[in-house]
Nanobody
């Protein structure tokens, strides 16, 4: 059974950092893409990073480039999202998703959500002083 479980969210001050985790089960990371999306009421769901399986290529949109870093631990079957310099534009529910057997799909500079096969339930990130 495929499962994705996020953790690591919380409240942080502007300029602070958080590291999110996405623990995967039922499949292995080394041949599948994992993406992080954030969902905020009133805004479109936004893909904030994606790491492809076999070649490990990584994509970030401009909104988080230089601040967020995605990585994976194939032994722990876990993907991480290190978020630095958090600002008031970053709060939301951060959800990881898996696209089995495919690399990251980026269309018009956006990570394509409709190709994802499985989704976690998310972890809440808030940025406030």
């Amino acid at each position: 059974q495929v499962q994705l479980v996020e953790s690591g969210g919380g409240l942080v001050q502007p300029g602070g950092s958080l590291r999110l985790s996405c623990a995967a089960s039922g499949f292995t990371l080394d041949s599948n893409a994992i993406a992080w999306f954030r969902q905020t009421p009133g805004k479109e769901r936004e893909g904030v990073s994606c790491i492809s399986g076999s070649e490990g290529s990584i994509y970030y949109p401009d909104s988080v480039k230089g601040r967020f870093t995605i990585s994976r631990d194939n032994v722990k079957n876990t993907v991480y999202l290190q978020m630095n310099s958090l600002n008031p534009e970053d709060p939301g529910v951060y959800v990881c998703a898996a696209d089995l057997g495919a690399p990251c799909t980026v269309i018009h500079d956006s990570i394509y959500p409709n190709g994802m096969d499985y989704w976690g339930k998310g972890t809440l990130v808030d940025v406030s002083s």
